[in-house]
């Protein structure tokens, strides 16, 4: 069974930083692209940045050159490195890695539990 397990967020004043991280466990034959997404209340959850197996990066708009995505394919283990926070970024944090779980399985997306990531003003 895989599993995607998520830290780091937490409360920050504005204009702070946080590192989010993600560990992914289980059964694991190979993963292709990992990612974060996000879901603030009342909103739907959105594509915060992606990082392909080859390390191809992808950010939305209103986190390019503040946040950093990064992947450890070691450990199965994907980043996000949050500078210059604003309130706006206040959001649940959800971890997605696409892989296949076995040599028998194709490529399926899982996601994580999510971390609340909270930047007052």
């Known amino acids: 069974q895989v599993q995607l397990v998520e830290s780091g967020g937490g409360l920050v004043q504005a204009g702070g930083s946080l590192r989010l991280s993600c560990a992914t466990s289980g059964s694991i034959f190979s993963i292709n692209t990992m990612g974060w997404y996000r879901q603030a209340p009342g909103n739907q959850r959105e594509l915060v940045a992606t990082?392909?197996?080859?390390?191809?990066?992808n950010y939305k708009d209103s986190v390019k050159g503040r946040f950093t995505i990064s992947r450890d394919n070691a450990k199965n283990t994907v980043y996000l490195q949050m500078n210059s926070l604003k309130p706006e970024d206040t959001a649940v944090y959800y971890c997605n890695a696409n892989l296949r779980p076995s040599i028998y399985s194709g490529y399926k997306d899982f996601w994580g539990k999510g971390t609340l990531v909270t930047v007052s003003s």
């Open positions: 990082i392909t197996s080859g390390g191809s990066t």
